[in-house]
């Protein structure tokens, strides 16, 4: 049975960074194309970040290219997002998943960036 913990949110000034990361049991992330998703108040859950089974190929939404990154540790399998830059904008619950997603959400972790 799948479970993912997110972890690393937190409130940051405007052109802050954090490192959020995601902690999978029942699954090794390593056979999943993996993505963080956000759900910002009033609107709909969307994918801005993903990676290949392979690490061959990442993709991001384009509000966060440049600034987010990213990343999976096989060995503790974990997934990882860079966020570097952040915006009002980006204040969210961010939650990891697979590509497509599992029927199942972890309780994400809230990114909250404000002055």
């Known amino acids: 049975q799948v479970q993912l913990v997110e972890s690393g949110g937190g409130l940051v000034q405007p052109g802050g960074s954090l490192r959020l990361s995601c902690a999978a049991s029942g699954i090794q992330i390593r056979n999943y194309p993996m993505a963080w998703y956000r759900q910002a108040p009033g609107k709909q859950r969307e994918l801005v970040a993903q990676i290949t089974s392979g690490d061959y190929y990442t993709n991001y939404v384009d509000s966060v290219k440049g600034r987010f990154t990213i990343s999976r540790d096989i060995a503790k399998n974990t997934v990882h997002l860079q966020l570097n830059s952040l915006k009002p904008e980006d204040t969210a619950v961010y939650y990891c998943?697979?590509?497509?997603?599992?029927?199942?959400w972890g309780q994400g972790t809230q990114v909250t960036v404000s002055s």
């Open positions: 998943n697979r590509v497509p997603a599992w029927a199942y």
